[in-house]
């Protein structure tokens, strides 16, 4: 019988974290060493028999892969660390999803903390799955980038968008996308029955990213209009994306390329025709849901949704953890 492999959650009692947890907890190739937090330190660790420990407590020794859900700029230190100790790591900060210094200081304006991890193979399996195959770092998107690039990956791959046209993206998140540290804007009286944008056009961290994935997929990719807004729901996000497709192809028949496209991803389903993807179609599952409306034969609608915390998140790490350790994709995700 193969031993387990030894993880650490580093940032263990955030949302994330905890999804992360309660999906390795069930994993039948891991054993949970350690979690921490500093905020929850000597807290029972749910769904597990530990208790919750400082970060700076956690004994590398111990394990041979570390989850880091940590806030950006804390967590490339604890990386490189881990990296110099021989351990594989999952990094599921901004830290590293960009490819250079110069363009995290410029959306996060803030000098990067550890350069020389820099760049850093980008964990979105779909597209990204042969980079990530026995990889000893990886960086997992976020939910946003991760949303929105599903939707957009078929038409990209393909080369079915006007060259430099906008691509226009309204996209909106469960309030645990802010994570778990209070904010006057997330506490339950400002955000119950309101709808609420921020960051809108191009000022949003997550442009940068997004941008950089889609030209990798396709150089010819046009310019990113990005506006987030803050739902009133504890998890889940939808992106609604907006597009242009070259003369040559017709809006009515992107049904069949995103079909083709996805057929063999068993965590993205696209839905059928006349179908729209809502946060039912995958709150608490790791997978995404697409749904296509054509506008006209030359405009095209796209709903792409997934769960914030899972595909968005902590489904994600552990989808790329498995493809770390030549493990199935899916396992401990179905």
Request: some cysteine; glycine content about 6%.
């Amino acid at each position: 019988m193969q031993h387990p492999i030894r993880v650490g959650v580093y940032g263990a009692s955030g949302y994330a974290g905890q999804d992360l947890v309660e999906i390795l907890a069930r994993h039948p190739n891991v054993e949970i060493v350690f979690g921490t937090s500093n905020t929850y330190a000597g807290d029972p660790i749910p769904l597990t028999l530990l208790r919750h420990i400082r970060h700076e407590e956690a004994e590398l020794s111990g394990v041979d892969v570390v989850f880091l859900a940590l806030p950006h700029l804390a967590s490339a230190p604890v990386a490189a660390k881990a990296r110099a100790a021989g351990l594989k790591v999952v990094d599921l900060s901004a830290d590293l999803r960009l490819e250079t210094a110069e363009s995290f200081a410029r959306w996060y304006n803030h000098a990067h903390p550890n350069p020389e991890l820099l760049p850093t193979p980008y964990g979105l399996p779909e597209f990204n799955r042969e980079q990530l195959r026995g990889a000893d770092l990886v960086a997992a998107p976020g939910c946003y980038p991760t949303t929105t690039l599903l939707g957009l990956y078929p038409l990209l791959k393909h080369d079915w968008l006007v060259e430099n046209a906008p691509v226009i993206v309204d996209a909106k998140s469960g309030v645990s996308g802010a994570g778990r540290e209070p904010k006057p804007n997330t506490h339950f009286v400002e955000v119950y029955s309101n709808l609420s944008p921020y960051n809108p056009g191009r000022v949003h961290r997550h442009v940068g990213e997004i941008e950089q994935e889609m030209k990798r997929i396709n150089p010819k990719a046009g310019l990113l209009i990005f506006t987030p807004h803050l739902l009133p729901v504890d998890r889940g996000l939808m992106a609604s994306i907006y597009v242009t497709l070259k003369p040559d192809h017709k809006a009515s028949d992107a049904q069949a390329l995103f079909e083709e496209t996805y057929s063999h991803e068993a965590l993205v389903k696209v839905l059928p025709p006349k179908q729209q993807a809502t946060l039912k179609h995958v709150v608490r599952t790791n997978g995404a849901a697409i749904s296509l409306t054509p506008v006209t034969d030359r405009y095209l609608h796209i709903t792409s949704v997934t769960d914030n915390l899972r595909k968005g998140a902590s489904g994600q790490a552990v989808q790329c953890f498995n493809l770390m350790c030549d493990l199935p994709e899916t396992t401990g995700l179905l």
